[in-house]
């Protein structure tokens, strides 16, 4: 009886051709010897087979077949795969079976690997028992039940072939077993790699069934084809299958290690432990991953330079981590020839073996500053010198700095921490050489203090690691000294600001200027003059200051703006060279009534047949302010006879209407008025008004062009008489 054991260790061909026949309960109760024969007799062979390998098989495993296999290194390490578990290869090379052998396929396959050789070749297996004509269902004994079981079957075994075989083709890699052995039936391929694209890889002998490959395979392109066997009768019809047939491509190492980058760059930290990790690199190799054809292994080669020693970096054979080996008190950027280290990278498939293929990249690994020196002042004392009055740097602070420059850790940050009360200075670091420019920002008195002594830190934009700190050297004394120079008279106060009238007499007393040199160490005079005088109004007594008018102060002059003259003066020592200041001097003029009146505007218009007597409304202006303007008084001229006529009425402080008392004649008439001011004393100005009456038809106004009438007596009673006619 078979047990679930035995049962599996069937050969497949049996296995699956039982599993077709029979149920699972039927399968377990065959003797395994039984089982074998009743597939040979079911199936028989239907190929001619070649001179045995195997000769009597049942029994004592022996067969008399030497594999003949040389890798051209005497074949050191070799080892076989076969295809069919019942046979392996043994230490002489003698293909042999593990136990007896009741079944095997016709055909197997020997795989011989070896650190230089990769092959398969492929092995027939003959004298198998004649085809039995017996039936299955006979030798069984199953009774009535089975009697109509007709199911056929094709035995497809899966078959490899190796990638990039040579000529001649085709070759034969196995072949498909139909159980009809009427031999009224051919062989179909079809699928992918037979009759579709890439079509005519393979092909099938209709009447064998044997399977050929026609050309070389790359299995870096296609690793396995699924194609589809079935028989078919000599009219087209479909007798057995269709049937999987997977095709492996078993792989050679045809490719190469290729890196993704041909140069990889990474950085590590100066002083970091042994063992950091610094960056990671990677190949791809298109053979089979699970094999060794792809298994790769990397190395350092070559390191550039060597120093201080040639093996200060290490890579994982494996993974392809570089890592430091060098100590971190040897990893140091300032004391190290370089900061940058090249290192060439080979990767080599077949586990790093001699016969692998190999492929090469560039490593660049930039040794990285760390702020581990605190910036050191190059003399613990510098000197200045700068004019008093003067701006601007005076002297350039030199640091070093042995981290690396243009980084945080390098570059200086300046300050003053004492003798700068007055915050006269100022340090801005030079981004170019990283000195402290110290300037002046606010003028130096010599007279004052002559010499400023700063004390100035120096640190760096980016903290010292933990166990550096700044010392004495990283402070510096800075000895400035204000040198005198000859400094012109500075007036006081500046602006002057004083409030005359306008109209004084000339020569009046107007302000007095004050101007004193600040070298109050040297003995000098000062002398003034008149710098900018806009309406010449003015004149200076050089030696005392005084300023007097020199013609009448005005107002209304163009040259005053908001009731105020500006006036600029210069003071000049008798210093070598001589220096001089300049002075403003501000009068705001007072209003004096000194301008009359006038009246606006002075041209109004009327229709001769107007029924409203409303000529205009006048109003008055004066250049005076108040209270020498408005209110105004505005009333007709002194001549006889106006009342007659005109009247003048009073709107508000500043405006009056005019009004006819009654129609006039088309003509140009000129109305006195006299305006009056409030001023004390008011004045008063005479002035006429132009009036035109014109003819006024749709909308517009006729008026004369002649000369204007006076509106005196004689007009304004020849004027009444006609109208009273005409009434």
């Known amino acids: 009886m078979l047990t679930d054991a035995e049962h599996l260790e069937l050969a497949d061909p049996i296995r699956m051709f039982l599993e077709r026949e029979c149920k699972p309960e039927q399968i377990l109760e065959l003797p395994q010897a039984v089982a074998a024969a009743l597939y040979r007799a079911a199936v028989g062979t239907t190929r001619e087979r070649p001179v045995p390998i195997c000769d009597s098989c049942s029994g004592t495993p022996q067969c ?51 650190a230089q050789a990769d092959d398969v070749a492929e092995v027939d297996i003959t004298q198998l028992p004649d085809h039995s004509p017996h039936k299955l269902k006979n030798i069984l004994g199953l009774g009535p039940s089975r009697i109509n079981r007709s199911k056929r079957a094709l035995l497809v075994p899966p078959m490899i072939v190796t990638e990039n075989q040579r000529a001649p083709f085709p070759r034969i890699i196995g072949r498909v077993i139909s159980s009809d052995r009427s031999r009224n039936h051919i062989f179909r391929l079809t699928g992918p790699g037979a009759d579709q694209h890439p079509r005519g890889l393979f092909t099938i002998d209709i009447d064998t069934g044997d399977v050929s490959v026609s050309r070389s395979l790359d299995r870096e392109a296609i690793d396995s084809y699924q194609l589809e066997v079935s028989t078919t009768d000599f009219s087209g019809n479909l007798v057995e299958g269709p049937a999987i047939l997977v095709i492996t491509v078993i792989d050679q190492n045809d490719n190469r290690p290729i890196f993704k980058e041909t140069r990889y760059t990474g950085e590590v930290l100066e002083g970091s432990p042994t063992g950091t990790t610094v960056m990671t690199m990677t190949a791809f190799d298109a053979d089979d991953p699970a094999t060794d054809n792809a298994a790769l292994r990397y190395n350092i080669v070559r390191q550039s330079p060597d120093k201080p020693s040639p093996n200060m970096f290490y890579i994982d054979a494996e993974r392809g981590d570089i890592v430091t080996v060098i100590s971190p008190t040897l990893l140091d950027r300032e004391t190290l020839p370089t900061t940058t280290y090249e290192l060439e990278i080979v990767a080599k498939d077949m586990a790093g073996s001699e016969v692998g293929l190999t492929g090469t990249a560039t490593a660049t690994i930039t040794i990285t500053d760390k702020n581990d020196h605190a910036p050191e002042f190059t003399h613990p004392l510098f000197e200045a010198y700068v004019n008093e009055g003067s701006t601007g740097v005076v002297v350039n602070l030199t640091v070093d700095d042995r981290d690396d420059p243009a980084t945080g850790a390098w570059r200086a940050v300046y300050s003053i921490i004492n003798g700068d009360p007055t915050r006269s200075f100022q340090i801005q670091t030079n981004p170019d050489n990283n000195e402290g420019m110290l300037s002046v920002v606010k003028p130096l008195d010599y007279e004052a203090t002559a010499y400023h002594k700063l004390y100035i830190k120096v640190e760096n934009e980016d903290p010292l690691v933990p166990d550096v700190g700044y010392n004495p050297t990283s402070t510096a004394t800075v000895q400035v000294t204000v040198l005198d120079v000859n400094e012109g008279p500075v007036f006081f106060p500046d602006p002057l600001m004083v409030t005359r009238m306008e109209n004084i007499p000339v020569g009046s007393f107007v302000a007095s200027l004050n101007a004193t040199d600040p070298d109050i160490l040297q003995s000098q005079s000062v002398r003034y003059a008149v710098l900018r005088d806009p309406a010449g109004w003015l004149s200076v007594n050089p030696v005392g200051g005084a300023v007097d008018t020199f013609a009448p102060l005005d107002r209304e002059s163009p040259y005053v703006h908001d009731n105020k003259y500006t006036a600029l003066f210069i003071a000049t020592d008798n210093g070598n060279p001589p220096a001089t200041g300049t002075g403003t001097l501000i009068i705001r003029l007072e209003d004096f009534n000194d301008n009359a009146p006038f009246v606006v505007p002075s041209v109004a218009r009327v229709c001769e047949d107007a029924h409203d007597m409303n000529v205009a409304i006048v109003g008055g202006r004066d250049k005076d302010l108040p209270p020498n303007g408005a209110p105004f008084k505005i009333e007709l001229g002194k001549q006889p006879g106006l009342d007659k006529t005109w009247r003048v009425t009073r709107v508000n402080s500043t405006h009056s209407q005019i009004m006819l008392l009654h129609s006039l004649t088309k003509a140009n008439y000129q109305l006195p008025l006299t305006i009056t001011d409030s001023g004390v004393p008011p004045l008063s100005n005479n002035t006429e008004v132009k009036v035109q009456v014109c003819v006024c038809k749709k909308n517009k106004m006729h008026c004369s062009s002649a000369h204007s009438h006076h509106a005196s007596l004689k007009v304004m009673l020849a004027t009444l008489l006609i109208v009273l006619f005409c009434l």
């Open 64 to 114: 008399d077949e030497r594999v003949q296999f040389d890798d051209c290194a005497d074949n050191k390490g070799v080892t076989f795969e076969v295809s069919d578990p019942i046979f392996h290869v043994d230490e002489d090379f003698n293909l042999v079976p593990w136990k007896d052998v009741h079944f095997a396929g016709p055909v197997i396959y020997i795989h011989g690997i070896s």
